[in-house]
């Protein structure tokens, strides 16, 4: 199952940038019955005009074939959910040549950031990964074997306060350890991650530089995917607001 969104001109036209982002995990029955997604992302005009937004769900089944079928009931309606960004907000997306693959027992650093807050008491920052678990004999990721049946991962964000000339003030600030089982069949994870700093946090720096940690934990090998997928909508990314 893939949620996504995407932004176009009120007339039709493509945007010359970033039109949207996905989310995606796949179900698996007869353990799992439904999905909550949760997809976020910062929509910045490039110009003052009129645009229009599309959220879509596609859906499909690997395991119809032969005589066997699968039923699935997509309820209708979706809800969004605005934030009153003010002045500051700022997004960013993993550069399709940053996809990496993280070997079993290891962290991985990634979609590193440094965003300045605005006035404001906290600062929300997102990061958003597609994670893949390294089967054996992927044509995605490599190292994968049948000694495992998929991939145990953790997910968070570490933000380090810093002056504009990269002097940091105190240590990092580390945000909620999120679990993520990956088996064989789920195959693919949208892995979400949200850290709140205050101002008094930040210990008088004005920046922040954030970055997300990806572990695979235990299992198989674990791919970060990144870049754009179709209609250029983002794989791992990630957004800052303050407030």
């Known amino acids: 199952m893939t949620f996504a969104v995407r932004c176009q001109y009120e007339a039709g036209s493509a945007l010359p940038q970033e039109t949207g982002a996905y989310w995606a995990a796949n179900l698996v029955p007869p353990g799992e019955t439904s999905l909550a997604p949760g997809l976020r992302w910062l929509f910045q005009a490039p110009t003052t005009a009129t645009y229009k937004c599309r959220l879509s769900v596609t859906s499909y089944s690997s395991i119809i074939n032969v005589d066997r079928q699968v039923t ?77 049946k998929g991939t145990e991962a953790e997910t968070w964000i570490e933000a380090q306060p810093q002056m504009p000339n990269g002097d940091p003030c105190g240590g990092p600030v580390k945000g909620p350890v999120a679990k993520w089982s990956i088996s064989d069949a789920k195959h693919h994870q949208a892995a979400t991650n949200t850290l709140k700093i205050t101002k008094t946090q930040m210990g008088g720096c004005t920046q922040i530089r954030t970055s997300l940690k990806v572990k695979a934990a235990d299992g198989n090998p674990l791919q970060i995917h990144a870049g754009h997928a179709s209609e250029q909508i983002a794989a791992t990314h990630g957004l800052a607001y303050s407030l």
């Open 72 to 148: 699935m009931r997509i309820p209708a309606g979706a809800e969004l959910g605005r934030i009153a960004t003010g002045s500051g907000a700022a997004r960013w997306t993993l550069p399709a040549a940053s996809a990496t693959t993280v070997a079993r027992g290891t962290t991985a650093t990634t979609l590193g950031y440094t965003y300045t807050p605005s006035e404001g008491d906290q600062t929300t920052i997102v990061q958003d990964a597609n994670l893949t678990t390294c089967v054996a004999g992927s044509r995605i990721c490599t190292g994968g074997t049948s000694a495992y």
